[in-house]
């Protein structure tokens, strides 16, 4: 019985902590989203992904002009 209540004691304390730490990652994360300016809706993190893929696509078209189709292969290509 000694072994069970210690062992939920200890759960009950490693819950805690993890509790503790997931709350600090959400606000660090809510402090950088706010630094970036962006919208943490389900449409501002789209709208920044679907920019960030257009980038990296032109990125794409240009280093195959830049280089040829024989060249390097792209970055993110590897």
């Not at 902590?17 to 993190?45: I, K, P």
């Amino acid at each position: 019985m000694k072994d069970c209540v210690s062992e939920d004691q200890e759960c009950q304390r490693s819950l805690d902590q993890m509790t503790a730490s997931f709350r600090a990652a959400h606000v660090a994360l809510a402090s950088c989203l706010n630094y970036l300016g962006e919208d943490a809706s389900v449409e501002g993190v789209m709208g920044a992904v679907a920019a960030a893929l257009t980038a990296v696509e032109v990125a794409r078209v240009w280093w195959r002009r830049h280089h040829g189709e024989q060249g390097p292969a792209f970055p993110l290509d590897r």
